[in-house]
């Protein structure tokens, strides 16, 4: 499937967060986080966790999953709504 399209993204549609941590499909946990909108969820991923825990999370909107490097593109784009923190 095809990264997200940032011209048709919607940044205000709610998201859920999914974080794994451990190593391998056995040896972690998943935790979800619920955000009002996919702007806010971007956000978090991004501005606050650590890079190195990003292979592990993904974004949920919809029926769509996004991975970090989608999660990334989007928090790019020139489209993204909310103001920053600085460069990631």
């Known amino acids: 499937m095809p990264g997200p399209s940032h011209e048709r993204f919607d940044y205000a549609a709610p998201a859920g967060v999914f974080t794994r ?3 391998g499909r056995r040896g ?3 935790k979800y986080r619920r ?5 806010e969820a971007i956000r978090y991923v991004i501005e606050e966790l650590p890079q190195p825990l990003w292979p ?3 974004v949920e ?3 769509r999953t996004l991975d970090h490097r989608e999660i ?3 928090y790019k784009s020139r489209k993204y709504p909310l103001e920053r923190s600085g460069t990631p």
């Open 28 to 30: 972690g946990s998943a």
């Open 56 to 58: 592990g999370i993904s």
């Open 72 to 74: 990334l593109e989007l």
């Open 61 to 63: 909107i919809d029926d």
């Open 35 to 39: 955000f009002n909108s996919a702007a």
């Open 21 to 23: 941590s451990g190593h």
